[in-house]
């Protein structure tokens, strides 16, 4: 172990946050979720896969912090054991904490486009599920509440959105007009 700098901080970081009363890892994360914002559109992704509380993002970056924290504390220890230089470790966390982010928020963009998918293949089965069950006498509400109720997938989880509000007393054409906004 050729890196006393490394070996003291790996030390002094844990002691400090011990001592510190004040200190809260959660108020600190908090805090750096909300300094860093929302430059990927990380929001409304999580919003289109209906995700879409405060909480759900802070989640989301909670998640990316630990995986970046954890994958980035081994490198730490291989890289202290391995007697590797500060700037090789250095260089190889900078990498590895930016890529596990990036692929974090890859693999959210793919979930969307996923999502997006299959919605675009269930709609002309809707569609026409709709069309036979309104040119059979049924009104638009109870055709879709019929398809919700024997149906599977995005859009009809979707549909059942609607349902949902329009039974808590939202006017129908605004539940639709609701749903076509979380389609776009």
């Known amino acids: ?3 006393p700098l490394i070996v003291t901080l790996l030390f002094l970081i844990p002691a400090f946050l011990i ?35 405060e909480s759900d993002y802070e989640n989301f970056r909670y998640k990316q912090l630990i995986v970046s924290s954890g994958l ?17 470790i250095l260089s190889i966390l900078l990498i590895a904490f930016s890529g596990s982010i990036l692929l974090l928020e890859r693999n959210l963009t793919q979930r969307v486009k996923a999502y997006r998918v299959g919605i675009e293949e269930e709609f002309p089965a809707i569609v026409e599920m709709l069309t036979l069950s309104i040119s059979a006498g049924e009104s638009p509400l109870s055709a879709i509440q019929r398809i919700t109720n024997r149906g599977s997938g995005a859009l009809v989880m979707q549909l059942s959105r609607v349902v ?12 639709l007009d609701a749903l076509g906004r979380r389609l776009h």
Not at 39 to 52: D, H, N, P
Not at 164 to 175: C, L, Q, R
Request: aromatic share 8%; glycine share 6%.
């Open 1 to 3: 172990m050729n890196n």
């Open 19 to 53: 001592l510190n009363e004040d200190f809260s890892l959660e108020r600190a994360s908090i805090k750096s979720i909300h300094r860093v914002g929302d430059r990927t559109s990380v929001r409304a992704k999580l919003a289109e896969l209906g995700y879409s509380t």
């Open 72 to 88: 980035s504390f081994s490198i730490i220890l291989f890289g202290i054991f391995k007697d590797s230089s500060l700037a090789t």
């Open 164 to 175: 949902d509000e329009v039974s808590s007393g939202a006017p129908f054409e605004e539940a």
